[in-house]
């Protein structure tokens, strides 16, 4: 992924997000993220994907998922709050390729289908 710019919370080492660069006539944004999406950084990932819905206006936006190893009730929270913001500006959010222990939080709390990951984590491997 080609980065647009690269923005961290005040300490690099719990989160970084990632933004792909605007492309024309393509209307999805990718986000990738990595590290710890908790209560800490919860609001720094909010932040970013309102910019992406207020600025940009994507049909659908993506976060990869890949490298956060670490996913607590808040930020599942915080994944749950961008989802409802992006439909009501009539984006889809989806969540990609999720790292074993993110895709087990969200497993556990039923909402793999409602973020649009389906199958088992094998199956996301493939």
Do not use: W
Not at 12 to 27: N, V
């Amino acid at each position: 992924m080609s980065a647009e710019h690269l923005l961290e919370t005040a300490r690099q080492d719990r989160l970084s997000l990632e933004i792909d660069s605007p492309r024309p006539h393509i209307d999805v944004r990718a986000i990738a993220a990595a590290g710890e999406l908790d209560a800490i950084n919860g609001a720094k990932v909010h932040q970013v994907v309102c910019e992406v819905l207020l600025q940009q206006r994507p049909r659908r936006i993506e976060i990869d998922l890949r490298e956060v190893r670490f996913l607590d009730s808040a930020g599942i929270r915080t994944l749950l709050r961008c989802h409802a913001d992006a439909r009501r500006v009539n984006c889809e959010l989806t969540l990609t390729d999720a790292h074993p222990t993110a895709y087990r939080a969200l497993q556990i709390t039923g909402l793999l289908a409602h973020f649009g990951l389906t199958g088992t984590r094998d199956q996301q491997d493939r």
